[in-house]
């Protein structure tokens, strides 16, 4: 199985737990679906820099976090500071463990062949995740083996009333057959969760899973909180064209 994990993802998902964090004034316990090797839970743990401006998260650059860099479109809700995390949880089919040498080479295995800021970006955050000190205010990164679908209730359930759960996933829901992929929709939606999808299938019932995607979007994925559109994405975390105001199409073609 390859089981790829992108950490700039983090850059295209910071402004919504912004929103998140700024909407209940709670930490955000994380519920990453789908983690790989959990790089994607430690949003606070790297540095990001959009559109050539200041660094933020620059006290991580020491600790060799890596320098996600990523241009927008559309101003977007660009983030001030880094996200305040309680908790850091992952179920995943094969959670994968950074630490192991092994492991980690396989997952450099997966990279494509030339895209080397891609692998460096892989190997400082493999290096963030295996050094991350025992007592982070974020605590340790905890992946459950398993079905997203048998566990996601359990593991909302289980966040405290101290802290917002955020349940998200990226370049996940595309290996859940259709009628799993449904399922899942109907069951999020009766959790007490924020729910972020950053995906190559449009999450939300209203389009059926699917959505025309303008032909200079294509190959993006569309980013949703709570099933309403927000952004695209690049699929490796470089591009966020936000379009929360945006007209989006409404008829169900696929992307
Ligand atoms: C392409 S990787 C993406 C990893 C990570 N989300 C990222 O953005 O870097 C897809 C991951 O989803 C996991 N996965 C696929 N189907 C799953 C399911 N039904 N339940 C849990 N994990 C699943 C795979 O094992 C793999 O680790």
Redesign the pocket.
Known sequence: ???????A?CATLLPVFEQIQSDSGKPLALI?????AG??LLPDRFAYRYDGGDVLGAENLAAGAPLLECATTGNPPLPTRLPEIASRTG??????DGADPETARWLKCLVWPGQTERLDRLSAGLDVLTSLPRDDPGGPVTLVR????A?VETLVNAVPAEHTAVVY????TS??PPG?RHAFLELVATLDCRWIA?EGFFMSDATDGEIAVPRERSGMFVMTLDGVPQAYTHQHGVQLHWEADGAWPEDGQSI
């Open positions: 199985m390859t089981q790829t994990n992108e950490p993802r990453e679906l789908g983690p790989s790089l994607c179920v995943d089919l094969n959670p994968l398993g079905d997203l679908l566990h996933h990226s370049a996940v290996y859940l799993l950053n």
